[in-house]
């Protein structure tokens, strides 16, 4: 089977085009296999680049751990250069399916190829029971989280997946990589969640860690960085355009005051593609 190596930011997924080839027979075996840094190619998880009847393509998505998740930020700026360059449907402005619904991305290329996207994130779910939380609060702003008497305050948000942003004044080990993974799997989040670690430089700037919901921590996460730019502004800590700087690069957001939506704007780039054998 084909595959495509892609990243946004860092946030690397091996990628399927299931539009000119079969999809696999097991997709989430398939994931867990193929996204091990020492015995697979390596990745945060993996996309099938999928035919649909609403869009220019659909987008279906696998964690690290196999778990399949409604969308990815990152990734699907991944999904719009590869159905651009890649000549599945060649249009300045892309409409890609995903488990959260149908998304608008526009693309900046050079030489013919795609280099940025913006993406149309969507209206931010702020109703506790679609994030879905049962912590304080509708929307949850600023909220009490215990964990293993560690006392945080954390404003969550839903982009078509669930977000728990915590505000920090230093983004360490202990909270990411401690913290984290039992933020994502505490009881408070029946759907697990997706863990960002923000350190406000100013109220235009933002620097972000994430742990992210069956991948463990990422270089980036799209999904996770709208939400940051949701979060700071219902906190009253950012304002409604900011750059985040994450661990593989820098992403654009702005939370638009007319309509309501999310928009995002980063890097897509290809790696390499290759033959995964057995399937």
């Known amino acids: 089977m084909r595959f495509t190596k892609m990243h946004g930011a860092g946030n690397d997924y091996v990628y399927l085009d299931c539009v000119r080839q079969p999809p696999p027979a097991d997709p989430a075996g398939l994931a867990q296999r193929v996204s091990h840094r020492h015995f697979g190619v390596g990745s945060d998880g993996l996309i099938l680049i999928r035919p649909s009847d609403r869009a220019d393509a659909r987008m279906q998505m696998f964690n690290a751990d196999g778990s399949e998740s409604e969308m990815c930020g990152n990734g699907i700026r991944c999904v719009a250069k590869y159905v651009y ?45 679609r994030i879905p939380t049962t912590l304080p609060g509708s929307p949850v702003v600023n909220a009490p989280l215990d964990i293993e008497g560690r006392k945080l305050t954390v404003t969550c948000v839903s982009m078509g ?13 202990e909270l990411v990589l401690g913290l984290g993974p039992r933020i994502e799997r505490d009881p408070r989040f029946p759907a697990r969640v997706n863990v960002e670690f923000i350190e406000v430089v100013s109220p235009r700037e933002v620097r972000q860690r994430t742990w992210e919901r069956g991948s463990g921590e990422t270089w980036a996460c799209g999904t996770g960085a709208s939400a940051v730019c949701v979060a700071g502004v219902l906190s009253g800590r950012t304002e409604r355009r900011i750059v985040n700087h994450l661990l593989g690069g820098d992403l654009e957001l702005h939370w638009n005051e007319q309509d309501g939506h999310v928009y995002m704007t980063g890097p897509a780039v290809e790696v390499f593609s290759g033959e995964w054998p057995g399937e």
């Open 85 to 129: 360059d890649h000549g599945i449907a060649t249009k300045p402005t892309l409409r890609i399916e995903t488990g959260a619904g149908v998304l608008s991305l526009e693309v900046e290329t050079r030489g013919g190829k795609v280099e940025r996207v913006r993406v149309d994130m969507g209206c931010p779910i702020l109703e506790a029971p």
């Open 161 to 173: 997946n669930p977000h728990c942003v915590v505000f920090v004044e230093k983004a360490t080990d």
